[in-house]
Each structure stands twice: as C-alpha cells, then as structure tokens.
C-alpha cells in the first residue's frame, strides 16, 4: 500500500497563476482532509470531506476549491495564488474519525 | 481564539530522561484526543490516542494523560530517544464532529 501520496512535492507559483494540488489514497478511507501549515503554526483544515461527491470548508477555505468524485482522489485547487498561500500543505484520510495518515507534503510559494 | 494549546514551543531533554509534553483545551465537549509526531519534510505521523471515558492510555515509551476537570492533557516518553526529536502536535476532536483541531506543535530536542 502507498497509503497517501501528493504531488508535487515542490512548487512555484507567480502570483496570480492557478494549480491543483493532487491527492490519492489507497486504503478506501471515507474521510480526507486538506491542512496548510504555516511556520511556527500547527495544522489548519482548508476543506474536507466524509465521502465522495460531499465537501466541506474548514477553518481556512477562502482561495480554495476541492472536489471529491471518487474515494480515493481529493485535488486541492488554487485560484488566483496569492503570497498568503505559500505554505506546506498536507492531505490526509482516517477510515473514521480520529486517527489521519498524512501524504509528504506539498512545499508551495508563491511570488 | 486557540482551542488547543501547547504553551512550549521547544523542549530539551537529556537522552535516558523523562520528556514530558503538554496540552491544554478549551472546550469541555471534546471528548477524543490524539498526539502526532512530525519529522522535518514528512507529513505528521499518528502516535497516541485517548478517550474521556479513561485517564491513562499506555503504548510502549509513549503513555497520555488526560485530565478532564484541568482540561489538560500530556504525553510522557521513557526513556527518551534520541529519534523522539520531532515537532509533537496535540489534536483533540468530538466524537460527533467529522473535524480535528491541532495545537501549533512543541518541538522535542533529546540531548545526548
């Protein structure tokens, strides 16, 4: 099992620019998340989601979109990428609530 | 405002010693709370986990304390390794809620 991946690992966005952040999982969770880290700061939800085709904002939304076709993908969507999202993003799914494993990580800055 | 907070921001510890890291919440209806552990360039990683219905849970080196009146809890590692150095986030959540909220990590350094 990969367990979460994400892609890419790195980018660099101009400001302005539009990016999708891609996310899979191969252990048939229902839930997955979408978090930004900033320095110094702990995780913060952008959207999830309980299962396919059902998305919900978190604490940090604006900026972002996400879709949820299938169970095992939820690409985060940039538009318009500001400075303010250069950041370390991070996906990740439970089968339930409580425990998440987390993918890599996306470094993203925006200049 | 901060529901959940990790008031160190960085530890030291003697590699051998006792590393005791701590968490405080807000809110009372909380009633499952999680420890992570996170290296450098790698997602966070699940360490331990508590219920309200229990005050202790064990696993290993790593052992959670939660105290419901204080609204405190805390992760205790013995003996302290020097691969326990990482950035340690609380997290606590509702039973109910399909949402965890993270504290902003306190970072671990074990001495040799």
């Known amino acids: 099992n990969a367990g979460v991946t994400q892609t890419p690992k790195f980018r660099i966005l101009k400001i302005g620019q539009s990016m999708t952040l891609q996310c899979t999982q191969d252990?048939?969770?229902?839930?997955m998340y979408w978090y930004r880290q900033d320095p110094g700061m702990g995780l913060k939800l952008i959207y999830y989601s309980v299962g396919a085709g059902i998305t919900d904002k978190g604490e940090v939304p604006n900026g972002y979109n996400v879709s949820r076709s299938t169970t095992e993908d939820f690409p985060l969507r940039l538009e318009l990428a500001a400075p303010s999202q250069t950041s370390v993003y991070f996906c990740a799914s439970s089968p339930v609530l409580g425990r998440q494993y987390f993918g890599p990580g996306t470094r993203l800055t925006v200049t | 405002d901060q529901q959940v907070k990790q008031n160190s921001p960085s530890l030291s510890v003697q590699e051998g010693r006792i590393s005791i890291l701590n968490c405080d919440y807000t809110?009372?209806?909380?009633?499952?709370f999680l420890w992570y552990k996170k290296y450098p360039a790698e997602g966070p990683t699940f360490l331990i986990s508590?219920?309200?219905?229990?005050d202790k849970n064990e696993d290993g080196r790593f052992t959670v304390f939660l105290n419901k009146s204080a609204k405190h809890l805390s992760l205790h590692i013995v003996p302290s390794q020097p691969g326990d150095s990482a950035v340690y986030f609380c997290a606590v959540t509702h039973i109910k809620d399909d949402k965890i909220i993270f504290g902003k990590g306190t970072r671990l350094h074990i001495l040799p």
């Open positions: 809110n009372s209806m909380f009633d499952y």
């Open positions: 508590i219920s309200s219905i229990k």
């Open positions: 252990m048939n969770h229902n839930y």
